[in-house]
């Protein structure tokens, strides 16, 4: 932790500055430049604010130096994390492709999904049965029995099962169901469902919010890991930025970055991340290049009747091309898929 | 709604497009112009998505015409609605204040404050039990223990009370203590939370948040209203853009433009907007002049001592200050404070 | 400047950073901490980019300390910047209005403006003559006629002129007939003609361009600045947000945040700011609470039939009115109008 | 062009609306559907200003339909345009990799930076002489005899050159010496700029501002192609939001998006898109992966003394190793390099 004093400040200021930090726990290191002091400081780091001694009088700027999260970071395992379901390894050599509907509908949707894309090559299905949508008039999900309907589904098709939980209570329930348990964009700061999924044992894949910073969604991860659930699974999903021509607007380069600064696995979602079909392809083949993990694809087997996401969910024939794509793009990054 | 065909669409596109409408449940208008086929539909707007229409053979672009939401828009009750809680009116002649520390950490702290807030003329003391941190390190707050110092704080000094409930589990123990609950802005798209608080007999504050356009924050204050409670108060406490000076970029023009979209009563945060204290003083008479119905401000007793938000809380004087340059600008706008 | 080691960084490392710092020409002062070395230096700080330093082996962050313009800090004249033009002062007590269409189109209309704005107590007129149009086959503004139109109209009715320059060939012309350059929002990063700007001796209105920062608006005035002009007046005038509600998003708080930054005189334009006429009021009474130097303000004698900007020019009667509101709020911050 | 009138939108302001459409020029077609009048306009589309009606009185909302660029977009060249220069085609089947330090510095550095870029299989040497430096302090390049070094050192390594113009008196020198004129993402929206180039007959590479949307990318390509230059070739570099870890966001999903709606190639700039050379390996293969026609790149011979950029330009080791990277990825998308 680093505080610069500005050109002009008093001894009484930087003196109080000090007393400040030595109050807070930390130990501090003074050193004095041709023109301005400055203050190192080790101690409770999680405590320090730099915005809060910014305001303080003589002060020039802060820097809290060491990164706010520790489970998270790369160098608490810097080998990185597999996250080992059955046979299926994500963050392994092999690229992981999830797919499926929005939403599951009903048995036939969903059971013609699930052979669409297990036959493509798909190791996990996804399909929500509780949905965030933005107007209280929108369709909801089917709740528990669409759960079933996933778990008959990715069972008679030798699939794993992702789907989201959008809030504590649900947890027990969407357990019963699930291998892989999935926090939303819009949650990824609830924190008290965080705390939750932090103390369950089963692998959890956390959305980056369409406003979140790299280091807010490190942070989010931090949540989950301290309860004790080490089996977390990042993914970028899209931003909110001025383009308006793509729902989101995709941050590809978050995928090395996360790389570099966790040892956590990260995935792309680039049906959400675009909003649009014609944009998925090429999405879904620049995250792989740019080393993600694996993605997370809507599939529909009829998009122009679907409940909710038609816009961005692939035609079954199209998810057969992007796979068929994905797989001559892996080796290029040392992947296979 | 409507859809606008290409200039090149062929008959069986338009009519593929038209079946889809009526197979929704539309009645459609078809109009053929010099260069486009316009289709118009009237039906059951809550289930049409444009993006699912503009990814069809021979569509254009397509529009939803009538507003996602209903009974937040200013057409439900063009006179406005006026929030009342005693004596207290949000909505009304006067421009409300709500102000008090972040966290409460305790009596003493909460006691000082509460003193500060009603003796410089705010009617409603802020300050947060259950407390949504960035970082599972950092206080999270006191829960129940601080309800309770807040209720008799505020009770020994004739104000209403603030306070935030993070997920819908705690509404019925903070409905025991609070007037007003409050939904923070990383809960704004929390929907299984504001179903609940739709349910019950107490005030709303919700806070826009950070990257919700001023549609989702109505389309979320839906879903409060769907529940049958209607006494919504909306808050802006500024969005996240690429200038970091200030923390937030606070959107005052959204306070004149919810006022014209909705009839909510619409208030300003101008601590969170902004995050330094040396910018809340000018924010919070920029929203007064804007039209705000109220401000909700962060004072404590001892800003360089607060567990939370210190740097954006106002000094006591401070506090004063703001509120006699409110009192001075409110006329010019045809308000009291 | 300062150079944070990573807490792993060998000497090897340390010494190749300090060896290139004295390379450039820096004096450096070396202090190593429980945790983490840090250098500081002192020297050419215009040469010294962050980013360079910070992706050298061993090195964890990098922090320039001192701000990048000098000329048009605050610090650089603390009491501030009063341009001076006849009887007008830019940044002094009153509070100035600068107003008129977007674009002149002929005499009558340029004639009427001048008469509504100089009647309502304005005292620049503003009109372009060369316009910058994203399409090329919109209005691209009368050129030097338009200057001469603009020119009487201001002198037949006591008022200054301001007037955008849209590259360095043009400033001969536009001076011969204006008081103030304006350099508009797309041209802020022109050095070209940001440096032809500053060997002017007329008053230049530097516009924030869409995307940029603070810090980078005060660095294009020092272009200005540093080629010996010292008369710069800045203006906010909306940034580009994700909201798409109103054209741009008017960044009230960089008001106060500039003020206190740099000694120039901080303008608001609300028209660009807001693109939308019925909001152009509260966010003209809003820049001046929130202690804006002059408002810029686009009113058409028939804004219906406006050859560019006609949804964001104010009715002469809305201006009235305007100009009425301001007057009864700047006693509220210590000015007049 | 369409005009959706309100609800209780009145026959007088239905009216109104028309009598100024056919004032305007458009023939106006009106629809009475169950719930709104719409009003479809064939005419002068590119004097239609949305936001100029959306402001009338009755007038719900107004769109467009038509886009406002015409010869940028896909229907004005449906099979795409291939940009000649000698042996060099951008656009056509061959991925392109034009590279090169951001500023040449002297003579040796360009030489050895052409060795090393055309040995690694590059076919343009990019380099600037005049340089848009955010800082009046800052380097801001060699002006002619820049130039001069660049051609020679091109020449004797077989390369072709390309290299910025920052202003429109620069143009007639500039092209003596080089193959392709850059513009600047500063510059995107400097029209009297963009309507010179328009006029040479020299293929011109227009980068996408910071804050430009698509479209308002396509309309800068519009006035270059207006003035009688086809051969233009864009190039995304990078957005910003509010992420800041990488200096831009860079915006992969905009290269499929310009594939659809204009035929001019479409190039990237990872280098300036991140700002980070650890980030410009795999943002240059996600932009191949996802269709880009080639690949803008800082290399320098010696980044750590290059005297602009020198954080994101590549070394000599790094270049090759990404070309190898791009030829095993350009085959799954069809392509070679």
């Known amino acids: 932790m680093l505080v610069v004093m500005q050109e002009v400040a008093t001894e009484a200021q930087i003196d109080a500055v000090i007393d400040r930090l030595v109050g807070m726990g930390f130990t501090v290191h003074r050193s004095t430049g041709a023109v301005h002091t400055v203050l190192g400081g080790v101690g ?11 305001v303080l009088d003589g002060v020039q700027e802060c820097h809290r130096i ?16 597999v996250v080992k379901i059955g046979k299926v390894e994500i963050g392994g050599a092999r690229v992981v492709a999830m797919a499926g509907p929005c939403s599951v509908e009903n048995e036939d949707q969903i059971e013609s999904s699930a052979e669409v894309v297990a036959k493509a090559g798909a190791s996990v299905l996804r399909a929500g049965a509780f949905k965030p949508r933005s107007s209280p008039w929108s369709f909801q999900g089917l709740g528990e029995p669409g759960l079933k ?10 699939l794993l099962v992702i789907s989201e939980v959008m809030n504590q209570t649900q947890i027990p329930l969407v357990c019963e169901y699930v291998d892989i348990l999935q926090i939303g964009a819009r949650n990824m700061q609830n924190y008290d469902l965080l705390k ?3 103390k369950v044992s089963k692998p959890v894949l956390l959305k980056r919010g369409i406003a979140a910073t790299i280091e807010e969604l490190l942070l989010s991860a931090e949540y989950i890991l301290s309860g004790g659930n080490y ?5 970028e999903r899209g931003i909110r930025t001025f383009e308006t021509y793509t ?10 970055v996360v790389k570099k600064l966790s040892h956590l696995p990260m995935m792309a979602d680039p049906s959400h991340g675009t909003g649009r079909r014609d944009s998925v392809l090429p999405m879904a083949r620049a995250a792989v290049a740019a080393g993600a993990d694996g993605v997370l694809i809507e599939v529909h087997p009829d998009p122009d009747r679907a409940l909710s996401d038609g816009a961005q969910s692939l035609y079954p024939r199209q998810f057969e091309e992007l796979m068929a794509q994905l797989r001559s793009i892996a080796p290029a990054v040392g992947r296979t898929l």
């Open 196 to 198: 939750e999924v932090g």
């Open 66 to 81: 060491m990164s706010p999260y520790k489970l998270a970071s790369r160098s608490f395992r810097p080998q990185g994390t």
């Open 231 to 235: 089996d977390v699974i990042l993914c």
């Open 44 to 54: 409770p780091i999680d405590q320090f604010e730099p915005a809060d001694f910014e």
């Open 247 to 256: 729902r989101n607007t995709m941050d590809i380069s978050a995928i090395p």
């Open 149 to 158: 309907m996933i778990r008959k589904a990715a069972d008679r098709n030798g």
